[in-house]
């Protein structure tokens, strides 16, 4: 059974640019969550899809914006992308995603890099 | 959001216990505490999550305080491998202000052979 999928592994951009990351979620899992890690840091909530709509969000600007698809799978697109969007991107699905005492498994994650 | 208080660093040797606090002194009745961690160049990795009672899995066991006030994550016999940063999560019922898992900055244990 695979876990949780991202591509790419690593990505370059430049400033201004936009960007898309993948997520497959574990099999049987419906709900996926993004992530921001920036170096030296703890990841830091974006956003969560269920149902194929944003249920949560955290305190991201709307440059930030998200779809999942009727498989689960998911996108995160980054428009206009600042030097300060250099983080590794996580992507976490779990089956329970709502609630409380859900468990998320975590992908590899993406590495941006914005120059 | 509640929040939690962990130390920034532990050390333990290999094979021996290792007990990780968090305080979460404004847990609400209804916020669960989790444990993931993130060994290097990894995405984190759930532990354990517990309401009220103590908690036991193949990789760790989880002791909460009477009041619930704090917690710790207990490894029976460290390894090279648990050599990680630790966060203490607390997360709330959907719709509450904890719900989203909000990450700090977490315990980096270093393991020594």
């Known amino acids: 059974d695979a876990g949780v999928t991202q591509s790419p592994t690593h990505l370059i951009k430049t400033r201004g640019q936009q960007v898309t990351l993948r997520c497959s979620p574990k099999?049987?899992?419906?709900?996926v969550s993004w992530y921001q890690q920036a170096l030296g840091q703890g990841p830091q909530f974006i956003f969560q899809?269920?149902?194929?709509?944003?249920?949560q969000r955290g305190n991201f600007p709307d440059r930030f914006s998200g779809h999942q698809f009727p498989n689960y799978s998911s996108e995160l697109n980054v428009n206009a992308l600042l030097l300060g969007d250099s983080a590794l991107y996580l992507c976490?699905?779990?089956?329970?995603?709502?609630?409380?005492?859900?468990?998320?498994?975590f992908g590899p994650g993406t590495r941006l890099t914005v120059l | 959001d509640a929040k939690t208080t962990q130390p920034n660093s532990m050390e333990s040797n290999e094979e021996e216990p290792v007990h990780l606090p968090c305080n979460h002194s404004?847990?609400?009745?209804?916020?669960?505490i989790h444990w993931y961690r993130q060994l290097p160049s990894q995405g984190p990795e759930y532990v354990i999550h517990g309401l009220t009672s103590n908690v036991n899995n193949r990789m760790a066991s989880l002791a909460i305080a009477e009041d619930r006030k704090s917690s710790t994550l207990i490894l029976h016999r460290a390894t090279l491998r648990d050599a990680a940063v630790y966060y203490c999560?607390?997360?709330?019922?959907?719709?509450?202000?904890?719900?989203?898992?909000?990450f700090g900055t977490g315990t980096l244990l270093a393991v020594q052979p």
């Open positions: 404004t847990i609400s009745g209804t916020d669960y």
């Open positions: 099999s049987g899992h419906d709900t």
């Open positions: 899809y269920y149902e194929e709509e944003e249920r």
């Open positions: 976490a699905s779990s089956l329970y995603g709502l609630a409380a005492f859900d468990e998320q498994f």
């Open positions: 999560i607390l997360r709330g019922s959907y719709g509450g202000a904890t719900n989203k898992l909000i």
